[in-house]
Each structure stands twice: as C-alpha cells, then as structure tokens.
C-alpha cells in the first residue's frame, strides 16, 4: 500500500511560536534540527545549519501530513524553494504582543505570497498574553485584505492550533479541483 | 486590551491609521522626547490633543491663535471660578470677547499643530487605551483622519522608511472596499490625483511611477500615503505574468484532490 505524503509549511517571524505550534498537534516529538541560540541559525565550520521543526500526523494507513516550521527571514529563502515544493499550504505565524516583529511579518507575507499562490492563513499567536494586539488590529497593522483570514491562535493549546489548521485546509478544499 | 509598542516598530501614521480603520474610541499617549502627548479619538475621528498635560487650556489656545490677548486672558482667568474649558468658553463667547468659531477652530489648530509635532517623533513609547475619555470639561472637535495621515505622510522624508514600507513597485493598487472610504473628501495634491488616475490592478506602481514621470521616491511617498489613509491597497497585478528570475521562481501549487483535503479536514476534526 503506497503511503502519500503531504505538507504544510509553518512560518514566521523568530520566536513567533513555530515549535509550540507543531508541538500541539504532532504525533511525534517535534524534531528541531538544530539547538537554537540567538538566531535560527548557525554557522559551525563555514556551514550555515539552520533550525527546522518538524512534526506528523497520521491521516490514515495511506495518508501522512507532514508539519515543518521554517524561519522566515530573507536569508533563508532556499529553505522556501525547498519546502515550497509539493505544500498544500502555509500559516504564517506573528507574535500578537511583539509589535516590533510586526513589520518583518508583513514583509514575509508579502515575499511568499509571490513566491507560492498557494492558500495560506496568518495566525496572531500568543492571544492569551495581556498585550496580546487583536486579529482585527493586526489586520490593519499587517496591511492584509479583508480576504485575508487572520486567526486567534494560542500555539500552546491544541484546540487553538488544530481550528487554525482547518481553516487553512478549508481554504485549501476551496481552490482544489 | 490595549494596544502599546514603540514608535520605532509602528510610527504614528501607522497608528493613525488602524485607529482611522477599526473606528476606534480612545486615548492614545505618547512619550518621547521628554514630552508626554495624548490624543483623543471617538469613533475613529480625532477629537483631543495635549502636549505635556493642559499645554495652556482654552485660553493658551485662543492666545496663541490671536483671538484673545494677553489682558483679555488675564482678565477671564481671574473672573472664572472654574478651569474647564468648556465653562471658560461659554464665559468668553457671553462677554463678547469671542465666537463659538473662533474657539472651535483655534482647538482644531492647536489640535493639528500637536498631531503634526507626533509625526517627527521616531522614537517613544506608545498606548492606546479604548474607551478612555479626554478630561471633563475638555472641548472637542472631531476631526477627520484621512487628511491628517495623507498630510503626515507628505512629511516623510526618510527614504529608506518608505522602501521598508513599500519594497516591491511590481505591485498593483486597488481601490479599498471600505464602504466608508470617500476620495471627494481627501484633500490631494496634483500629483495625488494623476496617481489615483491610473489606480487599476492591471497597473504596477513601477507602471504609474513611469506614466508620471516620477522617480521611485516619489511615487512611494504617494503611495505610503494613499496605502496609510486606506484609500488603497496592494494587490498582485493582473494580466500577463512577468518573467521571473530563478530566486523568485513561483512553485505552482500541487494539483489537489478535494477527497484527499476532505480526509485531512475528517482527521484534524476527530484530533
């Protein structure tokens, strides 16, 4: 019986939430490639090493989705080009009470937008922090359409984290055959 | 919940405008320089501003707008028992000194003339309070947004600010759909104008820019304008798809089963 993989992608500005958000709903251990410092990334011996998480769900005995969180800064656009391949979709995850990340969050949307027209859906994470900026503010904030769906999201908890995914899968449903 | 950062990450038009957009009621204070501002909204309109607490009251205002001198002040500051000034105001208009239009449009001045202080201000501490009210007896003038933002927007200078803010000129523009969005309204500059002229999603910003003669400064000043009083937003350009370089190759996306989404959408239900 021939196993079929999808994947989403799972992005964003650092310390946005990516692990906990895989964490909440994978099936296994979040695999992170690498231990993070101060920045996503590494370089240990003349080699960039970049920190990815990976999660899976098991759909059925022919069906596996696969999670990867990816960084989103510019400088890791090969990443993209690599997970981009074959995603059904991507969530882009914003810190609600970093507004200084606001802006490189809008930017990323902006850059993966052109770079993959596939559905995609923001989630302002940490919406149980008390400086937590609301959905429709950031709407604003991030200059994003009114067509844009923009979520409350606690990437700690799985009831959060699994009402984001099927909005973004309903999205998917709408633009499939 | 109330909404606070630094202006280094979100600059006052940007507030300006999410305040303008959501329709918000509130106080919105800001610290910096060594001052203290806030400013009052209702309903998305600007109604209040101070600088440094009262700043003068009613009086200072009509003071410094050369309605009133500086013995006629003194005068009515020591006939008035109370220092509201909406109360001072009645005194004023009673005794004949002023109008009712003198005294609205001397707060509505002394109102922008703080507001447009706001814009040179790249650094401070920022915190919209909803539902928080100016002081009793304070005088408001409500005042459109739009106008403020697209004004506070020409003030940009900083080039580097606008390319953060506007990167891609491939982009195209498209009117909002805010119902309430109303370009009879906006005060525009020629320039505006013939930039509103060719807002079309079958036209990049690169496109116009070009059309108009304007040089990438220009046109993205416009723009942040245009895009920072919600009159615009960005859009992908319709038409032709342009050649893209390999970085910027666009990965179709896969061709997917609608009963493939339906078991994923079945398992994350049952999770």
Redesign the interface.
Known sequence: MQMENVKIVITGPFNAGKTEFISSVSEIDVVSTERRITDDSRVVKGRTTVAMDFGRIAVDDELMLYLYGTPGQKRFDFMWDILSEGMLGFVVLVDSARPETFREAKTLVNRFRRYSPTPYVIAANKQDMEDAWPPEDMRIALRLSSDTKVMSCVATDRESVRKVLLELLYSILESAD | ??????L???NVT?LF??IN??RKSGSLTIEGLGKTAEICFKEGKLVYASLNGHDGGLIGMLEKAGKISGEESRVVRARSRSSADKELGLLLINAGYVTQDDIVQSVRSHTLDVVYLLFTWSDGSFRFEPNKHPLEGAITVPINLENIIMEGSRRVKEYEMLQ?EL??LD?ALKFT?RPDAKLRDINLTVEEWRVISFINPRNSIRQIAKANSMGDFRIRRIVYGL?SAGLV????PDGPQKVRTA????????????S??????D???R?
């Open positions: 919940m109330a909404l606070k950062g630094n280094k990450d979100f940007q405008n999410l957009l959501a953060n990167p891609d982009m759909e895009l937003e960005l859009v992908m970085p910027e190759a666009v990965s179709a996306p896969p061709p997917v089963k609608r493939l989404i339906l078991r994923l959408i398992k994350v239900k999770m």
